[in-house]
């Protein structure tokens, strides 16, 4: 369970910069393990400035330990970015982050949760079936023939922030 707070960053919050260097370095371990190379690669505080306008950037701690990125689409809350500093890993902070994704998908009338995970990745598949994701559709990035990610969704009982 996470002792901070979770709270939302707007597109001009400092806090971003940690956002941005918590991702880079959490998602660092997958250079030359899949193919094609992670979108961080070249994700930018401006990138990041901008999902905070149209999405919800949620952040753990200050300074930054843990956040998450989630896009609303027409059928799901899509967490496209989460990361968790290594020193909390164990504690229950994606779950709580999780869990907060799911009531702002109640909020917004949505029933799921979506993301993708790498198919080379198999031990992030593994924690995002334990947080009750389930696999729904393989693809293929453009260009390549062979799968190279998977989808999971977790359908939720209708949750709302109170």
């Not at 334990?130 to 799968?147: A, C, D, N």
Request: charged residues 20%; aromatic residues 6%; contains cysteine.
């Amino acid at each position: 369970m996470s002792q901070s707070p979770i709270r939302r960053l707007l597109p001009n919050d400092p806090a971003l910069s940690e956002v941005l260097a918590l991702l880079r370095a959490s998602f660092s371990f997958m250079a030359g393990r899949i193919d094609p190379p992670s979108s961080m690669d070249h994700f930018t505080l401006q990138d990041l400035s901008l999902k905070a306008q149209g999405s919800w950037v949620l952040v753990v701690g200050n300074p930054v330990m843990a956040c998450v990125v989630a896009s609303p689409l027409a059928h799901s809350l899509y967490i496209g970015k989460i990361a968790v500093d290594p020193r909390l890993r164990g504690q229950g902070v994606a779950r709580d982050l999780v869990g907060f994704c799911e009531k702002i998908a109640g909020n917004l009338g949505l029933d799921r949760l979506e993301l993708q995970v790498r198919i080379e990745l198999v031990e992030n598949q593994l924690v995002f079936t334990r947080l009750g994701f389930v696999k729904t559709v393989e693809g293929s990035h453009p260009g390549y023939t062979q799968i190279t990610e998977i989808t999971m969704q977790k359908i939720l009982a209708t949750t709302k922030l109170t």
